[in-house]
């Protein structure tokens, strides 16, 4: 089994409303990412989470925060966001992040709109 | 920030047809990944491959991680319809580091 599931698969927000993204896996991944992609991009990295641990932010902006409650679970919070900020924000996992051989999982996404 | 060249950038398939798309880099990877796309999905993966030379098929897919270690190439054989999407190259350049996506390859069905 290599699922990731990801809810909600859309979500229509207000500038200042505040929602979660989440994103859960059971194959004992213990490495779990946030890509953000616009149309007709490949993903972009925003966060690596290595055995619950924020190991890498790519400079996003304070409005979207991650969290880590388990090795199972990802969250991603937002708040205040941007219409630009509307975009696929796709959920991925792997066995580590320092392996010798990672092949990373996606989940089908949260398609986000702003307004 | 860094993409690896992924070519065509799109193309138009006929159904039964074989095709191909390539993905180069000036630098050298140690990890290939092959993922398909459909409209509003996330990319699943089609095919990893780790080592340099290594030929790797899953159904009608076949990709090879090349053997200078900067390129990859993924062949579709006779191609039917559900083939449409985009299609990504994806590598890491070591252990830790992140995943350089290609620029993908759109397949397109012929009118």
């Known amino acids: 089994d290599t699922e990731v599931t990801q809810t909600p698969k859309h979500l229509v927000m207000g500038m200042t409303n505040k929602k979660s993204l989440k994103c859960e896996q059971h194959?004992?991944?213990?490495?779990m990412y946030w890509y953000k992609q616009k149309a007709k991009k490949p993903p972009e990295l925003m966060f690596v989470y290595s055995y619950e641990k924020l190991s890498i932010n790519e400079s996003v902006p304070s409005r979207f925060s991650p969290e880590c409650p388990n090795s199972s679970l990802l969250n991603l919070h937002l708040h205040a966001l941007q219409p630009e900020d509307s975009a696929l924000y796709l959920c991925?996992?792997?066995?580590?992040?320092?392996?010798?051989?990672?092949?990373?999982?996606f989940g089908p996404g949260t398609r986000l709109l702003v307004l | 920030g860094q993409q690896l060249n992924q070519s065509p950038q799109s193309m138009f398939i006929q159904e039964g047809e074989d095709v191909s798309m390539n993905c180069t880099s000036s630098?050298?990877?140690?990890?290939w990944l092959w993922y398909k796309q459909d409209p509003g999905e996330g990319p699943v993966l089609l095919i990893a491959l780790y080592k340099a030379g290594e030929l790797t098929s899953n159904g009608r897919l076949t990709a090879q991680f090349g053997i200078t270690r900067k390129d990859s190439f993924l062949n579709i054989s006779a191609s039917i319809p559900s083939d449409v999407g985009i299609y990504f190259c994806a590598g890491t350049r070591a252990a830790g580091n992140k995943l350089t996506f290609g620029g993908g390859t759109r397949v397109l069905v012929k009118p």
């Open positions: 194959m004992g991944h213990r490495a």
């Open positions: 991925a996992s792997s066995q580590m992040w320092r392996g010798p051989q990672e092949t990373q999982y």
């Open positions: 630098s050298i990877f140690n990890t």
